[in-house]
C-alpha cells in the first residue's frame, strides 16, 4: 500500500478489497441517514443542523471513485463483465436505477408536502401531486440520465476497443 513492492496473496488483496468496499457502504449509509435525519427532524435550510457537510463528503467520495475507477479503466472492464452475463445493458440498467432513486425522492417530496403543508384532504392532495410532478420532472430525469452516461461511454471505449483487437487479428 504505501510502495511496498513484492508478491502479495491474491486472495489476502481480494478480502482486503472486500472490506474496505463494505467501509464505503457503511460511510454512504450513515452519512445518507444522517441527511434524512436532519431533513425530517429539521427540514431543508440554513443553520446548525445543515446538511452541507454530508452532502459534500458524498460529493467528494463519488467523485473519487469516479476518477479512481475511470484512471484505471475499471468501467470498461465492469461494463464488458455485465453486458456478458446479463440481458440488459450495463448503461440502460444504470440509467433504470437512476430513474428510481428520482422517483423515490419525488414520491418523499410529494408525501412530505401532503403531510406538513396541506391544511384540507383535497389541498393534500393537490399538494401531493403538484410537487411529485415537479420533482419527478427535476429529479428523475437528470439523475437517469447522469447515472446512464458514464456507463455508457464505458461500453462505447469497450466496443472501440473490441473492434482494435479484431482488425489486429
Known amino acids: 500500500m504505501f510502495g511496498r513492492k513484492g508478491s502479495k496473496d491474491e486472495r489476502l488483496e481480494m478480502l482486503e478489497n472486500k472490506v474496505y468496499k463494505e467501509m464505503m457502504y457503511l460511510v454512504y449509509t450513515v452519512l445518507t441517514l444522517s441527511i434524512i435525519y436532519k431533513y425530517i427532524r429539521y427540514g431543508i435550510g440554513p443553520g446548525e443542523a445543515s446538511a452541507v457537510l454530508e452532502i459534500s463528503l458524498l460529493l467528494l467520495l463519488s467523485l473519487y471513485s469516479i476518477v479512481r475507477y475511470k484512471k484505471l479503466q475499471l468501467f470498461v472492464d465492469k461494463a464488458e463483465e455485465y453486458n456478458a452475463r446479463h440481458k440488459m445493458k450495463y448503461s440502460t440498467f444504470n ?44 429529479y428523475m430525469v437528470p439523475l437517469a440520465l447522469l ?20 482488425s489486429e487479428d
Request: hydrophobic share 55%; aromatic share 12%; net charge negative.
Open 95 to 138: 440509467m433504470v436505477i437512476g430513474g428510481v432513486i428520482g422517483l423515490g425522492l419525488a414520491l418523499l417530496f410529494g408525501i412530505n408536502s401532503a403531510v406538513n403543508y396541506a391544511d384540507t384532504t383535497a389541498q393534500s392532495i393537490y399538494y401531493f401531486f403538484l410537487v411529485f410532478g415537479v420533482s419527478a420532472v427535476i
Open 147 to 166: 447515472s446512464g452516461i458514464v456507463p455508457w461511454l464505458a461500453e462505447r471505449k469497450a466496443e472501440k476497443l473490441r473492434l482494435e483487437g479484431e
